[in-house]
C-alpha cells in the first residue's frame, strides 16, 4: 500500500475516533445532564418529602397540644361542676354543695359556680371571695332554706352586712322577706280586717255608725329593711298610715308617743306630734298609692321612716325617736267608708324606695 494510502486510511480512522469521542463525549454530557436534573429532582423531591413531615409533624403537636388543653379545661370544668365545693371567704372556710350555691339562678354566685366563670383558688385549693367569711355564713343559710329564712336573732348590724353582702352577690333575700312582710293585724272593735281577693294582701274598712276613729296595729314587728305597699282604695275623710311601737294605743293611736307617719291635711305625724305639711306633704286622696320602708341601719343615723308617693313621685321621710326600737304597721282611718289595702310591693316598686 502507498504511502498516500497509508495516510489517508489513517486521517479517516483519525477522523472516526475523533467522531467516536465527540459522540462518547455528547453523550457523557447528556447524561451528566440527566443525572444532574435526576439529583436536582430528588433533592426537591426529598425537600418537599421533610417539609410535609414537618408540615404533619407540626399539626401532630399542634393537635397534641390542644388535646392536652382540651384535657385541662374538661378536668377544670368536671371539678367546677364537682358536687362538693370547698370555699375561703374572707378566711372563714366553708364546704357547701354546688346546688346551693346556684340554686338563685342569675345570681352572682350562680354565675361563678355554674361552670361560667373562673374562680381564683387559695394555696389548698379552695375557691377564694373577698368577701365578709362572718356574714357569709347567713347567705348560706338563705340559700339553704329560702323560704324559712328570718332576720330573726340578727342584729341591726349583722342585717345591714347581710344586706350588702346580697347586693354584691345578687340575691333576692330582702325581696323575699319585703314580699312576706306579716301582714297579721290586731283585731279592731271599729274596723273589719280581710284577704278577700288576694291572700297577700289585707284590706281594712272602718265599720259603718258614728264618726271615730279605727285603730289597726300590726300583731308581729317588722324586720329591718322592710318595705310594703298601701293603698287608699277609699278616703272619706281621714287616713292615717306609718308605724308604731305601742302594740295597745289608744283609738286616737296617732298621737302616740312612738307613732310616725303620714296623714290627711298635710299632717305628718313623728312621735305622736303633727308636723304639718312636712317637705310638702299635702295628705292622702282615694286612689292613692305608696311604698314604705323602714330604714333602720345601725351605721346611719337616725333611723328613718321613708315613703315614695305615686301621685306625687316624691319620697318622704321622717327621723324616727331613739327611744323605740321595735316598729309594727299601723293605720288609722276616720269616718265611714273609708278603706284601706296594705301588701308587699312588686321587684320594680321596691327600686323606687331603695
Known amino acids: 500500500m502507498e504511502v498516500s494510502q497509508l495516510a489517508s486510511a489513517f486521517d479517516a480512522c483519525r477522523t472516526a475516533i475523533e467522531a467516536e469521542e465527540a459522540r462518547i463525549k455528547s453523550e457523557k454530557k447528556v447524561a451528566r445532564a440527566e443525572i444532574e436534573e435526576a439529583r436536582s429532582r430528588f433533592v426537591q423531591e426529598q425537600s418537599e418529602a421533610l417539609a410535609k413531615v414537618k408540615d404533619e409533624r407540626g399539626q401532630l403537636e399542634r393537635e397534641k397540644s390542644a388535646f392536652e388543653e382540651e384535657k385541662e379545661r374538661v378536668r377544670d370544668v368536671n371539678e367546677r361542676l364537682s358536687s362538693i365545693v370547698k370555699l375561703n371567704v374572707g378566711g372563714s372556710f366553708f364546704d357547701t354543695s354546688r346546688t346551693t350555691l346556684t340554686s338563685q339562678k342569675d345570681s352572682m354566685l350562680d354565675a361563678m359556680f355554674s361552670g361560667r366563670h373562673n374562680v381564683d383558688k387559695d394555696d389548698t385549693g379552695r375557691y377564694f371571695l373577698d368577701r365578709d367569711g362572718r356574714t357569709f355564713e347567713y347567705v348560706l343559710a338563705y340559700l339553704r332554706s329560702p ?82 305597699k298601701v293603698t287608699m282604695q277609699v278616703v272619706t275623710h281621714w287616713v292615717y298610715a306609718g308605724i308604731i311601737s305601742n302594740h295597745q294605743p289608744i283609738c286616737l293611736s296617732y298621737t302616740d308617743p312612738s307613732s310616725c307617719g303620714w296623714a290627711s291635711a298635710s299632717q305628718c305625724i313623728v312621735g305622736g306630734t303633727n308636723s304639718s305639711g312636712k317637705d310638702g306633704w299635702i295628705g292622702w286622696q282615694t286612689g292613692d298609692e305608696a311604698i314604705f320602708k323602714l330604714d333602720i341601719d345601725s351605721q346611719k343615723s337616725p333611723a328613718q321612716l321613708r315613703m315614695w308617693h305615686k301621685r306625687t313621685n316624691r319620697i318622704y321621710a321622717l327621723d324616727l325617736p331613739t327611744s323605740q326600737t321595735s316598729w309594727r304597721l299601723h293605720l288609722n282611718l276616720h269616718t265611714h267608708p273609708s278603706v284601706v289595702v296594705v301588701g308587699p310591693p312588686s321587684q320594680d316598686e321596691v327600686k323606687l324606695i331603695t
Open 147 to 228: 323560704h324559712t329564712f328570718t332576720l330573726e336573732g340578727l342584729s341591726a348590724r349583722e342585717v345591714v352586712s347581710l344586706r350588702a353582702e346580697c347586693e354584691y352577690f345578687q340575691l333576692p333575700l330582702f325581696q323575699l322577706l319585703s314580699s312576706k312582710l306579716d301582714l297579721d293585724l290586731l283585731p279592731s272593735t271599729s274596723a273589719t280586717i280581710s284577704r278577700a281577693g288576694n291572700p297577700e294582701t289585707v284590706s281594712v274598712s272602718t265599720i259603718s255608725g258614728p264618726a271615730s276613729h279605727a285603730a289597726i296595729v300590726g300583731r308581729a314587728n317588722l324586720p329591718a329593711g322592710a318595705v310594703w
